[in-house]
């Protein structure tokens, strides 16, 4: 809106000649339009296609009902949606809040999780393709695993999945200094709720209660491993699991982390690090603070 009283108050001036008021005006105008030139080129910021889980993008998204040719995306939605209705009817039960309404900005994550199941189910060889989870929680990332681990070996190959937790408060004796902040977290989680939650892959589970790493002397991890999935929040038992599951991970086979890249892990990040610093094959840190490590 042009404000006529400032205009011509800032071109009238007694003193001026009538030349210097007319080019006063005509700097104005210029000045006015070449205002309104910028802002007619400068592009409206596009709405973003996704945001969540620290990430903000306006890309195609490979679920996208609309618009998507990606197979595996549309099989994630449908597991998504699976879970969504589990969520709502109370077949899958967490007390984490809002989990519901939260699931859209976890997508990426749990698509994530999903596509690296398919990859280590198709790549590795095995008449019986194994997972290891290790920090289950609730069970929901090993839900879009398991899931994809299901639809792809079909009626063809046997599949397990070991799924090791303390479902119980994390203690001081496994956490460093600075990562004792944690100490008690977890204190509600209940081994019957995700069991429960999983009932769905009941006959392929099998569930080790404990801590780690001394639960790995009483229960070692298959010789034979497709996909290991660690989401501990703490890195010497993120680092024993590397140990006790990589020399048993097959070729094609892939590690994911959950937390590699999130403020507050870097020691967890190290582990990682260092572990596969000399290892045959090659890790790649993902946007959503999850790393992926795939073995030749
Ligand atoms: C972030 S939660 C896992 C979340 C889960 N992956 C999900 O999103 O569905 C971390 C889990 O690690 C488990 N945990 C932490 N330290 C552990 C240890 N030393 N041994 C066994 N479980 C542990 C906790 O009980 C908790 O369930």
Known sequence: MINLRLLVSKIWDRDRTWGAKWKVLTSLIRRKVKNLKRLRIMKKPSTPSFVGWGMTSTHALPWDIESSTDKIGLKFLETENRLLKRLSNGEFVTPSENAFQRMGGWRWRHYFLYWSATLATRFTKSSQCNFLEAGVWEGMTVYFAASALKEETGLTRNYRL????????????????????????????????TKANLK?????????????PEIFSQNPAPSELSWLHIDLNSSMPTRKTLEECVPKLLSGGVVVFDDYGWRGFDETKKVADEYFSSKD???MPLPTGQAIFFKR
Not at 170 to 190: C, D, H, P, V
Not at 200 to 212: A, D
Request: glycine share 6%; aromatic share 18%; net charge negative.
């Open 200 to 212: 769905e892959f009941k006959e392929h589970c099998e569930f080790v209660k404990g801590y780690i």
């Open 281 to 283: 094959g090659i890790l």
């Open 162 to 193: 070991f799924l090791y937790d303390a479902w119980d408060s994390m203690k001081s004796e496994y956490l460093t200094t600075k990562e004792s902040r944690a100490i008690g977290n977890y204190s509600y989680l209940s081994l019957d709720r």
